[in-house]
């Protein structure tokens, strides 16, 4: 069948996604719709827990460490190349990163709201036990902690972990010519139960309990399939919304 006069060539480069919900998970504008959540956090910790450090925090602090002193100036160097990457790739694409930043963080928070009850909801009916309680002592501390979780555990465990475990599944899904979409369901799960694995690791670390254990495995799943159809911005603020609504009303 001959093709249409308005049908471009094959070979054209297909349009870029528009729309609130492509937008949303740009990389770029997700980093500048959590930079006011680092901003806080770093405020918070100086004048309330300077000593405070989320534990994923501390890991990659203190692996960062091992190369010297220049090593934290570094990884701020780093940081501020990332952003100005962010701003360049914005102003050049006209993306409304303002409106869609302030959105996503409304969308994040929704998300935070209904973690807790839908996480406990889904480890009962896994589990059939009952609720998971943790223990927690004093306001300040948790507040810095919480902010500290929704970044550096989501950085970490679906910015970082997950998207390789996808690469490396979604590769495996491949050769064994099986959907691309199973390797990031598996990737999903894997990242979730190491998510909840590293929380009894380390001195300090809580004791190992099942109920526990599975209760952030789920919960870890849950924000990796957030991060997977919504984006980074959108999974960092549900997590730390979640964190400090439960600090709070505990």
Do not use: Q
Not at 4 to 22: I, K, Q, V, W
Not at 100 to 107: F, H, K, M, P, Q
């Amino acid at each position: 069948m001959p093709k249409s006069r308005n049908e471009p060539p094959s070979d054209a480069p297909r349009p870029e996604p528009t729309g609130y919900l492509a937008w949303s998970r740009d990389p770029a504008v997700g980093l500048f719709a959590v930079l006011p959540l680092w901003l806080a956090y770093e405020g918070l910790r100086l004048g309330l827990a300077p000593d405070e450090r989320n534990g994923a925090e501390a890991l990659v602090t203190d692996t960062l460490g091992l190369f010297g002193p220049t090593a934290l100036i570094v990884l701020r160097a780093v940081m501020a190349a990332a952003i100005a990457i962010a701003a360049f790739s914005i102003l050049r694409r006209g993306l409304p990163w303002g409106r869609v930043a302030l959105v996503s963080t409304l969308e994040g928070t929704c998300y935070g709201l209904m973690l807790g009850p839908a996480t406990g909801a889904l480890t009962v009916f896994l589990l059939e036990s009952g609720h998971v309680w943790l223990s927690l002592d004093g306001i300040a501390p948790d507040l810095v902690s919480s902010l500290g979780a929704g970044i550096f555990e989501e950085a970490l465990f679906r910015l970082g972990l997950l998207s390789l475990l996808a690469l490396v599944f979604g590769w495996l899904a491949l050769v064994f010519g099986i959907s691309v979409h199973a390797g990031t369901v598996v990737a999903v799960l894997v990242s979730a139960a190491l998510f909840s694995w590293f929380h009894h690791l380390g001195p300090g670390a809580e004791p190992f309990a099942w109920n526990v254990f599975w209760f952030r495995a789920v919960a870890g799943a849950v924000l990796g399939a957030m991060f997977v159809l919504r984006g980074f911005a959108v999974c960092v603020y549900a997590h730390a919304v979640y964190d400090v609504h439960y600090y709070l009303s505990s």
